[in-house]
């Protein structure tokens, strides 16, 4: 087995911005000799080494230490380079095995949502192809989606929906849909029981990202005909707990329900 390949300078410095990334506030030289447990005067060279290199700053007015611009940056970097879709598939693949249920991943696009990813577990002719759109009314991962939007974003965008009806059991007032949405932030799941397409069922939970913000929606869906009653509870657990993955890996510290 190869040697453990260790620094003590490194693995200190790490520490200190551990500490202070946690902290989320500005510390003293003392307050962080205090936390790592070392003189003053050895924290002060360490935190001189991060300085030079941008990764922790000295505010003069204050005499306090922040983090800097360069660990900011990158931050902001990894945070650009994330793929939704990369960090979904792994979840999407798993899910369907485990469920025996079609899968897709879907965002919103102006009042509808839009699949932009999907797997297959049978072949139906009301099976979506990527880049279809769906009501956000009327498919659970537009119910998923709108009820985690902020308060003023979902009033607005509920005002902008037509509510087309495609059968009678398309939701068809705001009030309904409001209704609906509350229960959707109590269990994480929402539901779309034959309300686009009435052979058609469906369950969706929310993906946020590392602002904590909801961007996406995990989906499930099948034929009704096919539906299982006994295996529906954990069924909508898988879903939930892959959707919470996924949010994880882009960052997020928010979790459905």
């Given at each position: 087995m190869p040697a453990k390949v260790t620094s003590s300078i490194v693995n200190k410095c790490a520490k200190i911005v551990d500490i202070m990334a946690t902290t989320h506030r500005q510390l003293s030289l003392s307050s962080i000799s205090s936390e790592m447990n070392l003189a003053k005067s050895s924290t002060h060279r360490l935190?001189?080494?991060l300085k030079g290199?941008?990764?922790?700053?000295?505010?003069?007015?204050?005499?306090?230490?922040?983090?800097?611009?360069r660990l900011r940056n990158w931050a902001q970097d990894s945070w650009n380079n994330t793929d939704l879709q990369?960090?979904?598939w792994a979840e999407m693949e798993t899910l369907s095995e485990r469920t025996k249920y079609n899968v897709t991943l879907a965002v919103l696009d102006n009042s509808d949502v839009m699949y932009i990813r999907k797997i297959d577990m049978y072949a139906a002719r009301y099976t979506p192809v990527v880049g279809d759109l769906g009501g956000a009314?009327?498919?659970?991962?537009?119910?998923?989606i709108t009820a985690y939007l902020p308060t003023s974003v979902?009033?607005?965008?509920?005002?902008?929906?037509?509510?087309?009806r495609h059968n009678?059991?398309?939701?068809?007032?705001?009030?309904?849909?409001?209704?609906?949405?509350?229960?959707?932030?109590?269990?994480?799941?929402?539901?779309?029981?034959?309300?686009?397409?009435?052979?058609?069922?469906?369950?969706?939970?929310?993906?946020?990202?590392h602002h904590n913000n909801v961007i996406a929606a995990l989906t499930l869906w099948g034929l009704i005909s096919d539906a299982d009653d006994a295996s529906l509870p954990k069924i909508k657990k898988d879903l939930l707990e892959a959707a919470n993955n996924v949010s994880k890996q882009l960052g997020s510290i928010r979790a459905a329900p």
């Open positions: 935190l001189t080494i290199e941008k990764i922790v700053e000295f505010d003069d007015r204050t005499n306090c230490y922040q983090l800097g611009s990369q960090h979904a009314h009327c498919t659970a991962a537009g119910k998923a979902r009033e607005h965008f509920l005002n902008s929906l037509t509510f087309l009678e059991n398309t939701i068809g007032t705001i009030s309904e849909f409001e209704d609906e949405l509350e229960k959707v932030r109590e269990t994480g799941v929402a539901e779309n029981i034959g309300e686009e397409i009435s052979q058609v069922l469906g369950y969706a939970s929310p993906i946020f990202d």
